[in-house]
């Protein structure tokens, strides 16, 4: 940031030319994927200048279990796509009236009724790229596995069209050792609900995951948010009353969301509690503040509205785990 300003206050001179730079990447923004799947068609976003959010169902045509090192998601409009969530589904049950569904739409409803086979593979935002799973871990892909997407667009009055997909990695047969799963903690596990922020207020939430029935192993975690989020802080405590530090924002910036790798597996002992600390702001001071004067805000997937989330990767506890430094392909 220091850097850009004195770029800027030097009045931002054009550097030097780069010649023979070469073309830009296409497709995948590291090394090559194994499968690759996109929406079957261009989808016309609606120039309503509101949130919008959509479903689309993207055959993979995986055959038989297997499991993936890593995904991608490619967004085909870079400018309208907020962010895109990614789950998977084996029934078929969605593959017909899903594909650019709307939220809002009561027809939703039916396909919410369909059981996920996993119900968050992934969450993209801008700033993220591809993630890879350490070496000797992956996320399981059941045979005839599909991916739904989740996708929010931004407000434009501009017609726009987009064309998103998702490209994974999958695993040779001899690399997974461990399963990856998904821990998610949301707005219902808050314990001082109402997820209400009065208008000009700086209200405090607590989340707690309850006991721990059994031990975990952390990779990963993912705190999200929406304009009015501060800070954040997420630690466990375990039935000894130690406490295991997880992560710390002090100034959320809702640009800049990212998963958090850890260097090393954190062992969440059974009987533990995971507990979350999320500060908002919804007063005029808050320059994020979508709202002047401000409005009472709750939960919501509008960029207007509020979330609360905390989102992990997780492997089954095996003894060892403390000491395990996670390796990573270059």
Known sequence: ?????????????????????????SGTQSKK???????????????????????FYLPTELK???????????????????HSRIMVDTTGKAISGINGLSEMDTAVYKFQ?????????????????????????????????NLILNMHYSPSIVDDTDKSGVTLFLAKQRMIKREVKTFL???????????????????TFYMSSGVIEKDMSLLT???????????????????DGDMIPLVKVDA???????????????HIPAGSVILMEGSYDNTSDNPR???FPPRDAGYGWRTVDEMMNLIFYYTDYQTGDETLSLEYEE
């Open 1 to 25: 940031i220091q850097q850009f300003r004195k770029w800027a206050d030097a009045g931002a001179q054009m550097g030097l030319e780069i010649i023979n730079a070469g073309k830009p990447l």
């Open 33 to 55: 994927g194994d499968l690759h799947a996109e929406m079957g068609e261009d989808f016309s976003i609606p120039s309503t200048n509101k949130d919008d959010f959509r479903f």
């Open 64 to 82: 038989e279990e297997t499991f993936i090192t890593g995904i991608e998601f490619l967004p085909g409009n870079k400018k309208r796509v907020h």
């Open 113 to 145: 009724k369909i059981p996920l086979a996993d119900e968050f593979l992934y969450g993209w935002v801008p700033g993220n790229y591809v993630f890879r799973f350490p070496i000797g871990f992956g996320k399981k892909m059941p045979a005839k596995a």
């Open 185 to 203: 903690l949301r707005e219902n596990d808050i314990t001082n609900k109402p997820f209400l922020i009065p208008a000009g207020e700086r209200p």
């Open 221 to 239: 975690v993912q705190p999200h948010a929406h304009l009015l989020g501060k800070s954040f802080r997420a630690f466990a405590i375990t039935s």
């Open 252 to 266: 959320w910036d809702f640009d800049w969301q990212t998963i958090y790798q850890f260097d090393k597996l954190v």
């Open 289 to 291: 503040n979508p709202f």
